[in-house]
């Protein structure tokens, strides 16, 4: 099959679902899908609940509880979040940006080009999926401080920018690729560069998409390596300023720590209620199986 | 500052392929005569890291040539991690809090000098003894001072006076002694119609650091968990298992507390729901209780039995060992700053930390807050009785060790005996290549 | 031209390979070289010490009992979230009502941060006032649980929170497998008069098995990853009832400062995982069929 054919059987069928035949299987399909989306939802639901309640209310679901806002209050007065917004948001740029760039070439290496070492190499990539960059703090601070890098941003995101995950997604897509449109373009003389910006990327724009939340939902919440390789407010991520909640010392205050939580991952969240359809289909069309 | 940090980081975005950034980001030199680097914990929420922002903030505005970048490193257990990274990649921070129990730790790596060296005149050296002794219990060992306390905190009882005036007892009387917590507890134990417990009597929180409390009861029956040496352990004596028996018969025998492990973190708000009439728990709450309790509560020291007794806690400073001389002298000098009694006074009243010293007590400030607060000062009180929190070389190993023989014999996996003489066997080989 | 793709191919991928070699390989090789050596104290250097890290693992019940936490944790939540998964994209892709917030809904937790979120799951485990006592008091007046405290159920109640942390995750994997099987085969298989369930046993089923594969590999690699909600509800505890290799091998290098021993834990790791998802990865690999 040619991804042309692919493509057009995708197109029909988005229109065409899986469709369940009595009404007694929709009934009850229907009841088990809410109530797992009712249990799945639960925690966010709760964290809305608390966040926007007094304390006292914590435990107790009361219709008319009455509402307030203080604990937002409270939470972004903890710390500089502000600042922390931009510099999640200038990280989590700085590691898509390179991770498309760096994954994109070296996807097109493994999917296009056949040369001596290619599957060792690329059992090495695949074992980054493996290691666990927070067991290598000790030795990438090393490296990191090597480059005279501590406290940056870029620090934080250096040891992410080559991603084994990015590489194999986009080597999948790239290799269903056509090989006629591969051959056509260089018959006209474009360049391996040519071809891959102007055959290969537009195709995998879907897996971009997807493969673009996925990294930024990681990097968002990441923690551990940026609060050790950072130290100053001008450089650290919010999830830093959310762990300001995580005091041991007192009690649980679920009201303040949830209204924290809504605050910093707000964002992420109506981005994706926003995009979820782009989203969902890019993940279709991306052909990922 | 700011702006060479911005700077830093976008010129280090551009050039975020090439290895060459390092030479464009290496830090440029600076103006200021000393700097020092401080990592700071916070284990009580937002308002500690604004106070010691706020206090270094004073410091460095009265004294010139003195730069402190006080950096917020998470909790003691980021700090401390935070801090070695640091120091093994070659660039810890001059100065830190950093849990009390980590000096063995924090010696063994030999990351950390001791404050006498620092201490050159006769002023210098009688600051060293202005601390109460509980407190210099885990900052001293080999007859030297390696940290000194800051942010510490002791475990207090709290009880419910409405509860326990429900109950039939005198609200303002909680219990002195073992046996008078179970026979109160008995008594504010509540059970609804089908005999399911609606409120028990005391929660004592055994999840994540179960040793911490039950240290209170290992005082309490005049045994010492740890020498002051940090290399031997006493687990299986007697008394502990004595200790660790009455634990389990609280639940068990007499039934006065939950079963299983108590989780620490809900403790607070299960006082406040009023699923315990007693709860054993930090001072580093008061402000929470104070804040959210929605009923009359009580402060007090925890009961006794052979004698009185609780375990300090909390964190002290420490002073690196791979800092400049001049750093040292700055660095020494903040902290004798910041730890005085008008700095220590707001401290405390900000977090609810116990002041370190007799003479922060005596301030202005600090008399007008005890007296709008009077619990404040239980924790003072309970000092005299208190004795270094569970500290030894390898600390926090030996620690589990005992934590796991807590958890197992508290969950009835174990008998008492049986788990305490399993782990001084486990704390003995490691600790007998430190004698 | 062979010999221009031999350089086209190293330098395409250079750039991707410094940093991974840089910051995976080559600090991969040390820790595999430390697990050789003594851990490093003050001014005691590491000195080589063969094989004694491996002796010392074979001695170490923590590690046995970690090892077979985790097993029982994979166990536990590798085929469940991937059921939950099929089932999520199954009815997501259907035509039934609300399926839009039941996306929503299944995805979210891939949103938020596991540490932050763990903090509700406790509240939901809490004995006495947490939701799940409220519910079981309230609804058949059942005594207090307590699911954390108790080392006999942690580590289902830890597996509950992988599963609903990771199956939305995988569901969007099943929703675009699902997309690419064409509609024919269903009117085919209506016009044969084969009922949903044969259709989806003998045609959908088969016909997603890369992507169970693919996903599988995932939840291998998750069920040694996700340990950030084990910090906030249990520190691994009680006795070690709910503790996970990784979490292990963090308390090692981090808490009890163990360099070398954390190393051998961590090559041990590496060896399990690369058994099971490399060998999976090669097995998936073989059976797509690329055009």
Known sequence: MTETTVNTVNKKNLGRRFEFKFD????????????????????LLYAIWTAFHPAAY??????????????????????????????????????????????????????????PGRNILFTLVLLQLLVMPDILIVENYKTIRQLGLVDTIVAIGLPYIASGFGIFLLRQTFMTVPSELDDAARVE?????????????PLAKPTYLAYGLVSVSHHWNNFLWPLIITNSVETRPVTVGLSVFAAIDAGVEW??????????????????????????????????? | MKIRKIAQSWLGKCLGKSLLVAAFCSPLSLSWAVDLEFYFPVAVGGAAADTIQELTDEYVAANAGVNIDAVYAGSYQDTVTKALTAARGGKPPQLSVILSVDMFTLIDEDVIIPFDDLASS???????????????????????????????????????????????????????????????????????????????????????????????LTTQNDVILANSEGNETNFDDPAVVEALQYLIDLNKEHGVMAPGIIEWGATPKAFFEGQTAMMWTSTGNLTNVRNNAPFDFGVALLPANKRRGAPTGGGNFFIFREADDEQKKAAFDFVKWITAPKQSAKWTIATGYVAPRADTWETEEMKAYTKDFPPALVARDQLDFAVAELSTYENQRVTTIFNDALAAAITGKKGAAEALAEAQEKAEAILKDYR | MAKREWIYGWLFLSPALIFLFTFTHYPAVNTIISSFFSTPKGRRPAKFIGPENYQ??????????????????????????????????????????????????????????????????????????????????????????????????VLAAMIVVAIWKEAGFFMIFYLAALQSIPPVLKEAADVEGASNFYYLRRIVIPLLMPTTLFISVNAVINSFRLVDHIFVMTDGGPNNASSLLLFYIY???????????AATLTVVMLILLSILAIGQFFLFDRKIHYR
């Open chain 1, 255 to 289: 009201s303040v720590i949830n209204a924290a939580t809504l605050m910093t991952s707000g964002p992420l969240l109506i981005a994706f209620l926003l995009f979820q359809r782009q989203f969902v289909q890019s993940f279709m069309r991306a052909g990922i199986r």
């Open chain 3, 251 to 261: 308390e090692t290098a981090f808490q009890y400062w163990q360099t070398g021993y």
């Open chain 3, 56 to 153: 010392a693992l074979i001695e170490d019940e923590v590690f046995w009992t970690v090892l077979e936490n985790n097993f029982w944790f994979a166990v536990g939540t590798i085929p469940t979230s991937i059921l939950l998964a099929l089932a999520m994209a199954l009815w997501v892709n259907s035509q039934l009502k609300g399926r839009t917030l039941a996306r929503m809904a299944y995805f979210a937790p891939t949103v938020l941060p596991l540490i932050a979120v763990a903090n509700i799951w406790l509240f939901f485990y809490t004995p006495g006032f947490g939701l799940i006592d409220q519910l079981r008091g309230g609804l058949f007046n059942l005594p207090a649980s307590n699911l954390l405290g108790n080392p006999d159920t």
């Open chain 2, 122 to 216: 006769d002023e210098d050296k009688a600051w060293l003894t202005s601390f109460y002794p509980a407190f210099m219990e885990n900052s001293q060992t080999g007859g030297k001072t390696y940290g000194i306390p800051f942010q510490r905190s002791t475990p207090v009882l709290y009880w419910n006076k409405e509860a326990f005036a429900e109950a039939g007892l005198d609200p303002e009387t909680p219990p002195s002694t073992w046996e008078e917590t179970i026979e109160f507890g008995k008594k504010l134990v509540k059970k609804d119609a089908d005999g399911n417990v609606s409120r028990w009597g005391v929660r004592i929180p055994s999840s994540g650091f179960p040793y911490w409390l039950f240290q209170g």
């Open chain 1, 58 to 115: 914590e435990t107790r679901f009361e219709l008319f509880a009455p509402l307030t806002l203080d604990n937002f209050v409270k939470a972004w007065n903890a710390a500089p979040f502000a600042r922390y917004f931009l510099n999640t948001f200038l990280l989590v740029t700085l590691i898509l940006t390179s991770q498309f760039v760096l994954c994109t070439l070296a996807a097109f290496a493994f999917a296009r080009f056949k040369f």
């Open chain 1, 24 to 43: 007694f299987d929709t009934v009850l399909n229907t009841f088990a899908m809410w109530l797992l989306a009712f249990l799945w939802a639960l925690p």
């Open chain 1, 189 to 201: 003389g474009v360049s391996f560069l040519g071809l891959l910006l102007k055959v290969y990327v």
